[in-house]
């Protein structure tokens, strides 16, 4: 596998950020990054950026900051080994949409968006169908759209999933949607992935 970045670039540049980040029982793990790279489309970076205060994240898995390092510079996403990996488990991509939300960077958001999707579209949804699981406080943003839209359409009328109060408005609006467009009734595909995307206002809808 590619060396990620930010273990071969050294603090020897001038515009650098640096981010120590922390994932336990793991020791902590410095990155240098290139600001010019890591402000491209971080918001939170931006906000960091120049500033004389750490940068300092707390992440659940200790390799996941590699995958957005990787996807920062190559545009790749690599699901590294530490995640969960079998098909029939999305908490790895949850994990990265919720530091992509963390980090204000809705490229990256988008990215995991579309990751989810094809792992659906081509390992089976059926898969995804666990209510207890999936729809989860845990779960925010176009993620919860789309685990909802899952749901509405696996459900069997004896379903009685004990997922959080908040996720019944979502539930309803899916199947006020679903009512007035049918073809929504069925299992979110790569076509749908524009619907899941986040845009800031007037910024073009992606194709």
Not at 77 to 92: A, G, K, P, R
Request: hydrophobic share 35%; aromatic share 14%; proline share 5%.
């Amino acid at each position: 596998m590619v060396e990620p970045p930010a273990d071969r670039f050294k603090a020897n540049y001038t515009e650098i950020l640096t981010v120590t980040v922390q994932a336990y029982p793991e020791p902590a793990k410095t990155y240098f990054l290139h600001t010019s790279q890591a402000t491209k489309t971080s918001k939170f970076f931006r906000d960091k950026a120049g500033g004389d205060v750490p940068i300092y994240l707390s992440l659940d898995i200790p390799n996941m900051f590699d995958t957005y390092v990787e996807w920062a510079y190559y545009g790749k996403l690599v699901i590294h080994e530490d995640f969960e990996q079998q098909h029939d488990s999305y908490d790895d991509l949850v994990r990265l949409y919720n530091l992509g939300i963390d980090l204000k960077d809705k490229a990256f958001c988008n990215a995991i968006m579309d990751a989810t999707i094809e792992r659906g579209s081509s390992h089976g949804w059926v898969t995804a169908y666990d209510p207890d699981r999936y729809l989860r406080e845990d779960l925010i943003g176009c993620m919860i759209q789309l685990f909802v839209r899952v749901y509405a359409v696996l459900a069997k009328p004896g379903d009685r999933p004990s997922f959080e109060e908040g996720f019944a408005g979502y539930l309803l609006h899916e199947y006020q949607l679903m009512v007035h467009d049918m073809t929504r009734f069925r299992l979110p595909t790569m076509a749908d992935r524009c619907d899941y995307h986040d845009h800031d206002e007037g910024e073009p809808r992606c194709n």
